[in-house]
């Protein structure tokens, strides 16, 4: 599967929010007991833009009612960020569709759906998207951050990593990263820490060799003009 192929299941999976319908919803269809079967009745499953940003699409799918329901049995996930992809409001792709997934993720184990040791889930970032983690953080990118730290501490087994030869590219240390401070030690009030790695390309192919699926970032937004 290439690149551009991934990108497309990506934005299938979590764009179109038909994810991960509770276990008493399937349980009533016998077509869906083992997940992933079209029902004979659609259903208002939660959707991961419901979990994920609940603020701003309410808790409970109440609008789209969805015919494929989807589960997994394991989430090992590289979410690779090399380019400083945004969608239409200035988010950057791969932070929010970590987000996304992880707070899919941290339902499905808080209803023993899938064993955390299961789910894994790990941001490279490299390339020109070394800004998003670089001190200042666009404001933009630091909330999904934070979001990112924020499902860590509740247990999900998520996290960022940076390339440390796209760093030694780009001139920077610890100290220019975002979680780091002045002496590039780690800053326990940032509420979280982005690792580095000794080098984004190897990393990724150790993971998908360990059997971790691979995402690209996202699209490019190009504006109409």
Not at 76 to 87: G, Q, S, W, Y
Not at 111 to 136: C, F, M
């Amino acid at each position: 599967m290439n690149h551009r192929t991934r990108q497309i299941a990506l934005a299938a999976l979590l764009l179109s929010g038909a994810i991960l319908g509770a276990g008493s919803a399937l349980a009533a269809d016998s077509h869906a007991a083992a997940g992933n079967d079209i029902l004979d009745h659609c259903a208002y499953l939660p959707l991961a833009t419901n979990l994920a940003m609940p603020g701003k699409f309410g808790a409970r799918n109440t609008t789209i009612c969805v015919d494929i329901p989807v589960h997994v049995q394991q989430a090992r996930m590289i979410f690779n960020m090399d380019t400083d992809t945004v969608d239409g409001k200035g988010n950057s792709n791969g932070l929010k569709h970590m987000v996304m997934m992880g707070s899919v993720m941290k339902d499905e184990i808080s209803r023993g759906l899938i064993p955390r040791d299961q789910v894994s889930i790990i941001g490279i970032v490299h390339g020109s998207a070394l800004k998003w983690i670089t001190k200042p953080v666009p404001p933009q990118q630091k909330k999904w951050i934070d979001a990112i730290f924020k499902l860590q501490r509740e247990g999900v087994p998520i996290h960022l990593e940076a390339c440390a030869a796209a760093m030694n590219g780009a001139g920077l240390t610890k100290k220019n990263l975002y979680t780091y401070d002045a002496h590039g030690a780690p800053d326990p009030k940032a509420g979280g820490r982005i690792y580095v790695n000794q080098g984004a390309f190897a990393r990724e192919l150790y993971l998908q060799n360990h059997g971790y699926a691979y995402f690209e970032e996202g699209y490019d937004y190009h504006p109409a003009k």
